[in-house]
């Protein structure tokens, strides 16, 4: 979108008044403190509060979101441009502490050129201060949400505005570091249209997504009843068990379920969210620059259980490139996620391989792997991974430990596809079957070695019942991240390592 479309932006009260249930805004605001002023700026000050109609660039207090309560920090952009000074950050860390102390999520809507020059140094060292409120925020295990305005820039993009776990934008917002009045006036030159947008920052994986301010409160609602699930209701219940713990390995070979496994239509993660979550919202990217297709994240669901899921997309096209680095890296975001949060983390394998590429072995492909087994591990969080279909290589391995495992009756895993490992034993595929078989990559295997935990069947072939068999595994699902929610998580990690410890027949 260009960025010299005229649009009217909405003040932060009119914000307020789209986001908050009406008449449920409670304000948190003091009279702002204001450093020694000279002549010029005290001046500049009056003008501003006249302008604006609020005492500083920011708006604080606490309302309802769809019912819930919830903490907002809101800028006003006419004020001296949404700046932040002494005063206003004050204002911001009192609130971010005081909704930390009271257990609330928080939102933040931002619109501000960055610090506020006519209070120099000490006005930017502020947005350390205010990040260090945000960091303990979210270490509490609260849920900081972002809504970027048009504009959002500076230090304040480079601090509170970008460490949501969700961060989301108002459509064709100015989103960037330097403004482009600073960069022309140092350079000599405009900065490139439409690189500081808020539609090439979702396409670039740096946000999570672009939403009108109508659009904001359901969003947010949507986000919090996952990740703020009722918890009390559901502690220590268990859902009824379903009928899949009683499923056992489908008794055919290996090389069947695996030319089952690649059937075209098989149902892959994006259907299992469809038909199986009660609701799931798709996150985008690394939030660093990287977004890769070959992986999707997202908050979700499953009956009473919440999670964030993170898993292979299956590629919609056959000449699509393999899962990247940048894929492990979003992965790795998913993970983190789920430990701030203190949600279960569920994992879902389905690969034909990672990529093969230059452009992967120079981005750390191998590395990224690494870092993937070791945060998994080690994840201070429950987790339940689901073996879905294909599970080749280290783009398998990588999304694999977990404390339970489902898997799907004809899914498999491999150090190679089997063609791979054919070709380097026999210098020639025509011997996969063989080695599939001999490899143990099947379910059969899997479980009878104990890393397969829960089997689902897919009463002969799922591609020929996609949504009945994602029902089935979404059942599975919702109890196994029932049962390991149920278990303190140092206990978790240490039952973790030893699992993967002593795999082998039992």
Not at 24 to 35: G, I, K, L, M, T
Not at 266 to 285: F, H, W
Request: aromatic share 4%; hydrophobic share 45%.
């Amino acid at each position: 979108m260009p960025t010299t479309e005229k649009v009217r932006h909405l003040t932060a009260a009119e914000l307020l008044d789209t986001v908050v249930d009406r008449g449920s805004f409670v304000s948190w605001d003091c009279p702002a403190e204001e450093p020694v002023l000279s002549d010029a700026y005290a001046r500049d000050l009056a003008k501003a509060r006249e302008r604006s109609g609020t005492d500083e660039s920011v708006i604080t207090g606490a309302g309802l979101i769809r019912g819930r309560r919830v903490a907002v920090i809101v800028s006003e952009f006419s004020f001296l441009a949404g700046s932040i000074g002494h005063a206003a950050a004050e204002r911001i860390v009192a609130a971010m502490h005081r909704a930390t102390a009271e257990g609330l999520p928080l939102l933040a809507g931002t619109a501000s050129g960055g610090t506020r020059m006519q209070e120099g140094t000490l006005a930017f060292l502020s947005m350390v201060k205010i990040t260090a409120a945000v960091r303990a925020h979210r270490k509490a295990g609260l849920p900081y949400l972002v809504y970027l305005r048009h504009p959002t820039t500076g230090g304040v993009m480079a601090s509170w505005g970008s460490l949501g776990h969700i961060n989301v934008a108002e459509p064709g917002a100015l989103l960037g570091f330097l403004g482009p009045r600073v960069y022309e006036a140092l350079h000599g030159e405009a900065f490139p249209d439409n690189v500081q947008v808020a539609e090439n920052l979702f396409t670039k994986g740096l946000i999570d997504g672009v939403v009108e301010p109508s659009d904001l409160p359901d969003l947010v609602g949507r986000a919090l009843d996952i990740v703020m699930p009722c918890r009390a209701a559901a502690a220590g219940t268990l859902p009824t068990a379903p009928a899949t713990l009683f499923v056992r390995p489908a008794p055919v070979d290996a090389w069947t379920s695996i030319e089952i496994s690649r059937q075209p239509r098989r149902p892959d993660l994006r259907q299992l969210l469809k038909y199986g979550a009660s609701d799931a919202l798709p996150l985008n990217g690394t939030g660093q620059g990287e977004k890769d297709p070959g992986l999707l994240l997202a908050l979700a669901r499953f009956g009473t259980q919440s999670c964030i899921v993170l898993g292979h997309a299956r590629p919609l096209r056959k000449d699509a490139a393999g899962m990247g680095p940048g894929s492990l890296r979003e992965a790795r975001r998913g993970m983190k996620l789920a430990e701030e949060l203190r949600l279960p983390l569920l994992t879902v394998v389905d690969t034909a391989g990672a990529a093969l590429s230059q452009e992967a072995e120079e981005g750390g492909l191998a590395g990224e792997i690494a870092r993937s087994l070791y945060d998994l591990i080690g994840l201070e969080s429950p987790s339940v991974s689901v073996l879905l279909g294909q599970g080749a290589g280290g783009g398998a391995l990588a999304l694999l430990p977990a404390d339970r495992t489902i898997a799907a009756q004809h899914s498999w895993l491999s150090p190679l596809p089997p063609e791979g490992a054919s070709a380097i034993v026999h210098r020639t595929t025509a011997f996969a079957p063989d080695m599939a078989q001999a490899q143990g990559v099947n379910v059969a295997s899997l479980y009878a070695n104990g890393l397969v935990d829960h089997i689902v069947d897919e009463r002969h072939d799922a591609s020929l019942e996609p949504r009945e068999f994602c029902v089935r595994m979404a059942r599975a699902i919702e109890y196994e991240l029932a049962a390991v929610a149920g278990v303190p998580v140092p206990e978790l990690v240490v039952a973790r390592a030893a699992k993967y410890g002593s795999l082998g027949p039992r």
